[in-house]
C-alpha cells in the first residue's frame, strides 16, 4: 500500500486563506464558535484559526462512524460532547471530509437542538459521490474523487495524521 498525492501543502495552505477570508468576512462583527470534528479536522482548524481576522471560540466535538475500517458503520457514536454551553451562538462546524453525508447530518441535528443561533459548515474534503443523504456546506475547501484520502489529519487506522499534504491510498501497491 503507497499514498497517492492528492492536493498539495501550497494548494492547501492557499485554500485555508481563502476560507479564512470568507470566514471572516461572513462574520465580521460577530464571535462564532469553531467547533472541530475530532479527530481528523484538528490540523485544519488549528490552521484556519490562525488566518481569521475575527474574534472567535474553538471547541471540540468527537464522533465515530468508521472505526477501523475504511468504509462508514452508518452508526455514529459521540466520543466526546461540548464542554462549553452552544446555546444562543454562532456556530461554525469544521469537518475534513464529508462523505456519506450520515456523520455530518447527526451533528447538525445535534447541535440544532442545542438551540444555537446558527450552524454553518466548513469542510476541507468534499466526496460528493459517496453521498447518502444531503447537506450543505457552506465553506468548502476542494471536492475529491471516491478515494480514501489521508493527510493533513486525515487517517487510516490512525496513521498518516501528520502528512502536510493530501493523498489518496492505493491499496493495491505493495
Not at 481528523?40 to 471547541?59: M, N, P, Q, T, Y
Amino acid at each position: 500500500m503507497k499514498v497517492v498525492p492528492l492536493i498539495s501543502k501550497e494548494e492547501i495552505e492557499a485554500k485555508v486563506s481563502e476560507l479564512a477570508a470568507q470566514i471572516s468576512a461572513d462574520y465580521k462583527d460577530k464571535n462564532p464558535i469553531l467547533i472541530g470534528i475530532l479527530n481528523g479536522a484538528f490540523i485544519f482548524l488549528a490552521d484556519l484559526v490562525r488566518k481569521l481576522d475575527i474574534s472567535c471560540e474553538c471547541e471540540f466535538f468527537g464522533v465515530a462512524s468508521y472505526g477501523l475500517s475504511t468504509e462508514t458503520s452508518g452508526i455514529v457514536k459521540i466520543t466526546k460532547d461540548l464542554t462549553t454551553s452552544v446555546e444562543k451562538r454562532d456556530v461554525i462546524i469544521i469537518e475534513d471530509i464529508v462523505d456519506t453525508g450520515l456523520t455530518l447530518k447527526f451533528i447538525q441535528k445535534t447541535f440544532k437542538l442545542k438551540k444555537v443561533n446558527s450552524v454553518r459548515v466548513c469542510a476541507l474534503l468534499d466526496k460528493k459521490e459517496r453521498r447518502d443523504v444531503e447537506v450543505d456546506i457552506d465553506y468548502l475547501g476542494f471536492s475529491i474523487p471516491n478515494k480514501f484520502v489521508v493527510g493533513y489529519g486525515i487517517d487510516y487506522n490512525e496513521r498518516y495524521r501528520n502528512l502536510s499534504y493530501i493523498g489518496y491510498l492505493d491499496f493495491e501497491e505493495k
